[in-house]
């Protein structure tokens, strides 16, 4: 089982990235896909939630409104598209999965991780 993430960068405040989470290796039809992101510093923190059988999604409240999840099922593909970056969102980005939402934090799969540094 393997989650590849990518699509991290560099970019100024009030740009745009998306990231992608290739998933492979088993059928991930039942499970939660996750966003954290870690700081140097701090703690990992969760950012972005979705099941990939009915696709609701979650949020944290810091990315509410300017962050989106969303899945390619003939992709086997997440992405996170983030809009109006700030430098607060500067962080290293992993995605994650699990069969239970409430497991994310300690999810069975994650990807290596990517940048993402915003410049102010």
């Known amino acids: 089982v393997q989650l590849q993430a990518s699509g991290g960068g560099l970019v100024q405040a009030g740009g745009s990235l998306r990231l992608s989470c290739a998933a492979s290796?088993?059928?991930?039809?039942?499970?939660?896909m996750g966003w954290f992101r870690q700081a140097p510093g701090k703690e990992r923190e969760f950012v972005a939630g979705?099941?990939?059988?009915?696709?609701?999604?979650y949020y944290a409240d810091s990315v509410k409104g300017r962050f989106t999840i969303s899945r390619d099922n003939a992709k086997n593909t997440v992405y996170l598209q983030m809009n109006s970056l700030k430098p607060e969102d500067t962080a290293v980005y992993y995605c994650?999965?699990?069969?239970?939402?409430?497991?994310?934090?300690?999810?069975?799969?994650w990807g290596q991780g990517t940048q993402v540094t915003v410049s102010s």
């Open positions: 994650a999965a699990d069969l239970d939402f409430k497991r994310l934090e300690i999810a069975d799969y």
């Open positions: 290796g088993r059928t991930f039809s039942s499970y939660v």
């Open positions: 979705i099941s990939w059988s009915s696709g609701s999604t």
